[in-house]
């Protein structure tokens, strides 16, 4: 007999800043349907089409449902990534890593271990809890987690302490509304009918980005940079507050430090030269400065388009100076919104100390894959990480995983791009299947949820086998509790709040007030003002904060590939249910130069590598600039490639960043 619909709540823990409250439907231990919860108010009864299909995703037939082994002994031996797998028990599974490790840490240290992880599991429960445990307990080599947000992250902390942004609401009250380098239909939906609704009161709409975008197509002012050229833009836009009489001085005496030491460094950043450099004309940004300067309350959003590039760390302080300098602060609707990802502060799910041990630049593991360090990588622990797709200069990660004598495990939902490299493969539980603590990056929310489905088949959750992989390599200390209940004790130690938590409520930082920057939420730097120039910043910039690194001109590779995120994945996460080849698009102007037309089959190629695929036009690219989506599975394209096969793996000025928007490529007819 079936069991009756049970529709039970939970929360959405993707990489992904709205952080939705859900409500999921279960037939017969299944889930059937997921639509919008309630406890986080900005989730606005909807949720994005991606977790509405959800279910399609977790039973899809790529999803891993047991421990694989890969089968070496065939004879002529496969090569890794022919995928030729067996069925493994989990204790097999675990016996093999157990025994790999230890062979890799006797032969070159433990260091010779890389733990490599990114965004797949957004939640606090799968990642930085068990799985830090143990490999910092082994003495492995730390990943710097570099690959996005890092430039970001710095220049917020460092001029501001990481203050928590304007709430997605507050942008009704707005003014004027700066979307820089970000895509909020794509990657951010909850942001737009706010923006919609300010615009419909009358607010102005300015945009900054190569392409134009669906929020471009309504703006007032849209500036279709060049890609990789903020940092002269925000310089030339603040240089012309300061000369015209637009820099609110009162305000940057009372609360910011440094403003003069801006105001020299911007000085040689004319309308004229910027332009220049953007590609734009100076009379449009002129006529953008002084639409956000005459605007009041004016709010912005900055994105992550402008990080990913060789000055993309300056070019965030740039732009986030932008309000300071204005004095846009102190109003309701006006400020900004960055990342709001230290709007909590929680416990840690452990207090083991990190041992002084080599720390690799995950945005590098092509290189240090192929021996470009000491001790050399043995043995490399992927889960929630994709980085064959995701990862710069994915021919040089490809022939790293390919190597014979490194042995890597891959701990996923699906198999991969990247999996079909493993040794050892490891099937992971979705959110709807563990416990999980999540917090949105974009709206101010903190969730639990329970697992509403037992695991699919044998999948199991991070913090369990992690757990396992603790005991049986001897590691266990007293004290050791990474069972969810334990960790969120941990996390959140007050009762109080943890029972609110487990009743499926959302927690609020500040009783739930939306705060306006400057009236009830400051800086978090220690004089609570903003540094407009943070010395710690300025001594890792070569050159010094807000230096401009010229494009490297390379004539055989004129064009600028972008590779932002679309809706349909969540970088590379629901990939696997795109059957179509996805195209690499170009402007007309761009593809008539070179004698192309809509459906060629097409090959980008630079030094580094190729993408074959087919060709679209696209009319709202600017010109010189050439776009394939970020999150592509290899099955997408002709021979496998994806963007970042084009990428090179330089790094930003700031925190070791990828520099994904710098690649530059030749596109014609396959
Ligand atoms: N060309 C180009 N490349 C990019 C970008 C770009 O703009 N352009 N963007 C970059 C950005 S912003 C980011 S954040 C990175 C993301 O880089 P990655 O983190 O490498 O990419 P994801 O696709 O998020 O990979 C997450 C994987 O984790 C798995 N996963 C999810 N939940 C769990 C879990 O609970 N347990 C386990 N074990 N696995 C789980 C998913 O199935 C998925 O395969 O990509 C970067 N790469
Ligand atoms: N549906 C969906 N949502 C997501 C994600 C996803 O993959 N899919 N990814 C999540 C993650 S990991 C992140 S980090 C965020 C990212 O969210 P966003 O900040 O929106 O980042 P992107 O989509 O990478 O790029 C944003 C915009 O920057 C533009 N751009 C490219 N180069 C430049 C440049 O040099 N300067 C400027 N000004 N603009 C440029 C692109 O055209 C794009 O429209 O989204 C999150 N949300
Ligand atoms: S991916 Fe983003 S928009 Fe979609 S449900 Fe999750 S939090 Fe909401
Ligand atoms: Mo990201």
């Known amino acids: 007999m079936s069991e009756p619909n049970k529709v039970l709540t939970s929360a959405c823990p993707l990489d992904c800043p709205d952080g939705c409250s859900l409500s999921v439907t279960i037939e017969d231990a299944r889930v059937t349907r997921i639509a919008a919860g309630t406890a986080n108010p900005s989730t606005g009864g909807y949720i994005c089409s991606k977790v509405r299909g959800f279910a399609e995703h977790m039973y899809h037939s790529a999803r891993l449902r047991s421990p694989l082994i890969r089968v070496s002994g065939a004879s002529p031996p496969a090569s890794k990534g022919s995928c030729e797998f067996r069925e493994a028990t989990w204790d097999e599974a675990l016996d093999r890593i157990v025994e790999a ?16 992880c990114y965004g797949g599991s957004n939640g606090r429960l799968t990642q930085d809890s068990a799985d830090a445990a143990l490999f910092r307990r082994l003495g492995a080599s730390i990943q710097l987690r570099t690959v996005c947000a890092v430039p970001t992250s710095m220049a917020n902390a460092g001029m501001y302490g990481s203050m928590p942004g304007v709430a997605l609401q507050d942008f009704e ?26 615009k419909g009161k009358g ?32 310089l030339s836009i603040l240089n012309w507050f300061f000369k015209e009489g637009y820099a609110d001085r009162d305000f940057l005496a009372q609360h910011a430090s440094q403003a003069e030491e801006l105001e020299r460094r911007c000085e040689p950043w004319t309308f004229a030269r910027a332009a220049d450099v953007c590609q734009l004309k100076a009379l449009d940004i002129e006529a953008f400065a002084r639409t956000y300067a005459e605007s009041d309350p004016a709010v912005l959003r900055c994105g992550w388009g402008p990080e990913r590039s060789r000055s993309g760390g300056s ?21 900004f919104l960055m990342s709001n990802a230290k709007a909590f502060a929680f416990g840690a799910a452990t207090d083991d100390r990190q041992p002084p041990t080599r720390e690799i630049n995950m945005n590098h ?37 390919m190597r014979e004598d490194l042995f890597t495990v891959v701990f996923d939902q699906m198999l991969t791009d990247t999996a079909r490299y493993a040794d050892v493969i490891l099937p992971a539980t979705v959110f709807l299947e563990h416990h999980e603590l999540s917090t949105g990056y974009g709206t101010f929310s903190a969730q639990y949820a329970q697992p509403l489905v037992e695991p699919l088949d044998q999948a199991r959750p991070n913090y369990e086998v992690f757990g396992e992989l603790i005991e049986r390599m001897g590691l266990s200390r007293p004290g050791d509790d990474f069972s969810p209940e334990g960790m969120l004790r941990a996390f959140v130690p007050e009762s109080d709040r943890r029972e609110e938590l487990v009743a499926g409520e959302s927690l609020v930082p500040d009783e739930g007030r939306r705060p306006v920057q400057f009236v009830d939420s400051f800086p978090r730097t220690p004089d609570r ?30 064009l600028a590939l972008i590779s932002p995120a679309t809706s349909r994945t969540v970088s590379t996460m629901f990939g696997q249910l795109n059957e179509d080849e996805v195209p690499l698009a170009l402007h007309p102007q761009d593809a008539d130069a070179r004698g192309l037309k809509d459906g060629d089959a097409v090959v980008a190629f630079n030094d580094l590598g190729r993408v074959e695929t087919s060709l679209v036009l696209d009319g709202d690219l600017k010109v010189g600039v050439a776009y394939l989506p970020k999150g592509v599975w290899s099955k997408s394209t002709r021979n496998g490639n994806t963007s970042n096969a084009l990428v090179p793996d330089s790094l ?16 014609r007819r396959a």
């Open 173 to 198: 009250q707005a003014q004027a509304i700066v979307v820089w380098g970000a895509n909020p239909h794509g990657s951010g939906i909850h942001l737009v009918p706010h923006v919609l609704k300010a």
């Open 365 to 401: 593991l092509g290189r240090v894959l192929l021996g470009d360090c000491d001790p050399p990588v043995g043995a490399l622990f992927v889960y929630n990480a994709n980085p064959l797709s995701t990862l710069p200069d994915q021919e040089r990660v490809r022939r790293g995983l």
């Open 101 to 116: 490790l230890r062979e890799v840490c006797a032969c070159h240290g433990p260091e010779a271990v890389l733990p490599f």
């Open 529 to 558: 003002r903003i540094h407009l120039v943070p010395e710690t910043l300025d001594r890792e910039v070569s050159g010094g904060l807000y230096h401009y690194l010229d494009e490297n001109p390379q004539d055989n590779y004129p």
């Open 652 to 667: 930003s000025d700031l925190g070791g960043g990828a520099c994904f928007n710098d690649a530059r490529v030749e596109v």
């Open 203 to 234: 607010a102005k709409l300015l945009v900054v980005d190569p392409r134009r975008t669906s929020l471009a197509k309504k703006a007032d002012h849209h500036l279709a940079l060049r890609p990789g050229t903020d940092l002269p833009l925000g």
């Open 315 to 335: 070019a965030i302080c740039s732009i986030l100076a932008l309000p300071a300098v204005a004095g846009k602060f102190g109003k309701r609707g006006g400020g």
